[in-house]
């Protein structure tokens, strides 16, 4: 392909607007700026002999393939805030900083809140032999699906089917906890 006789702007600024959208679409905060930095960063993918080539066999449509790109972009960037928020809560020093100012402040119970959010989540998970096995790797700094994999004796294909089902119960956990109901998701629907 003769990639000088393509619009670059024109691509550039659709690429943004798509990017804008679907922040926006996710619910994912940022700005313009935020936008165009997904928009430059698929590009330069594009480019970048360290990711797979654009094969136009399979799809024939570059700025389909770059938006395919963005969301992929935006779905590592909202599971790396997952992740970090998640692995924050796990990790001793975290707890020990929200417990000393718990002390310091007598209106802040964060460590109470972590211990309830815990609480509850295990309690989702008791079933689960092998998402709460997970959990308790994750506290212990566990990570690593492999790592996890070979100390629980299963397949990697199995620990990441447990953090899907652990993701989804923390997600519950989370929507409990802000006060959100099953009827407010229209899960508690019934026949009326």
């Known amino acids: 392909m003769d990639w000088q006789k393509l619009d670059w702007a024109d691509i550039f600024g659709r690429l943004v607007l798509f990017a804008f959208r679907r922040r926006q679409l996710r619910g994912v905060p940022g700005s313009l700026a935020d936008a165009e930095d997904l928009a430059a960063e698929a590009i330069r993918r594009l480019f970048d002999s360290n990711?797979?080539?654009?094969?136009?066999?399979?799809e024939p449509d570059l700025l389909r393939?770059?938006?395919s790109t963005v969301n992929g972009l935006l779905s590592n960037e909202m599971r790396a805030a997952r992740v970090k928020l998640e692995r924050s809560l796990s990790v001793p020093s975290?707890?020990?900083?929200?417990?000393?100012?718990?002390?310091?402040?007598?209106?802040s119970d964060g460590a109470d809140d972590y211990r309830?959010?815990?609480s509850l989540l295990e309690a989702r998970i008791a079933n689960d032999e092998i998402a709460s096995q997970l959990l308790l790797l994750e506290e212990e700094g566990v990570t690593k699906a492999a790592l996890q994999a070979a100390q629980l004796k299963l397949d990697v294909a199995a620990i990441y089917a447990a953090?899907?089902?652990?993701?989804?119960h923390?997600?519950?956990?989370?929507?409990e906890l802000n006060g959100e109901s099953s009827l407010k998701n229209g899960l508690g629907r019934g026949l009326n």
């Open 116 to 118: 309830h959010a815990m």
């Open 65 to 67: 393939h770059l938006g």
């Open 163 to 168: 953090r899907r089902r652990l993701a989804r």
């Open 94 to 107: 975290v707890l020990e900083s929200a417990e000393q100012s718990a002390a310091a402040d007598a209106h």
């Open 170 to 175: 923390c997600q519950a956990v989370r929507r």
């Open 51 to 58: 990711y797979a080539p654009w094969d136009p066999a399979r």
